[in-house]
Nanobody, 121 residues
Framework: QVQLVESGGGLVQPGGSLRLSCSAS????????MRWYRQTPGNERELVAQ???????NYADSVKGRFTISRAAANYAVYLQMNSLKPEDTAVYYC???????????????WGEGTQVTVSA
């Protein structure tokens, strides 16, 4: 099994910045794509950003130019630097990763529990 734990959420004023972190642990053999999703009440989870093993990145149009995803291979971590935050960025942010474990050499997608980001004056 793989556990994903997010941190870094909180309350920030419009125009402010936050940096989310997600660390993976467990019987990890390999991690492929890592992603950040977000969800607001009554809505489906929305893909915010993803990063490949080779650090190729993709972003939702709504966050391009404001958010930056990065990863640290050494400790199976992924980060989301969020700048110029807007009230519409308010959501629960979830970390997501495609991983293979040392006991099951199949790619499985894992999710974290989420961290709340609130952008408000």
């Amino acid at each position: 099994q793989v556990q994903l734990v997010e941190s870094g959420g909180g309350l920030v004023q419009p125009g402010g910045s936050l940096r989310l972190s997600c660390s993976a642990s467990g019987s990890i053999f390999r991690i492929g794509f890592m992603r950040w999703y977000r969800q607001t009440p009554g809505n489906e989870r929305e893909l915010v950003a993803q990063i490949s093993v080779s650090n190729t990145t993709n972003y939702a149009d709504s966050v391009k130019g404001r958010f930056t995803i990065s990863r640290a291979a050494a400790n199976y971590a992924v980060y989301l630097q969020m700048n110029s935050l807007k009230p519409e960025d308010t959501a629960v942010y979830y970390c997501n990763a495609d991983a293979m474990t040392t006991t099951n050499y199949r790619v499985v997608t894992y999710w974290g529990e989420g961290t709340q980001v609130t952008v408000s004056a």
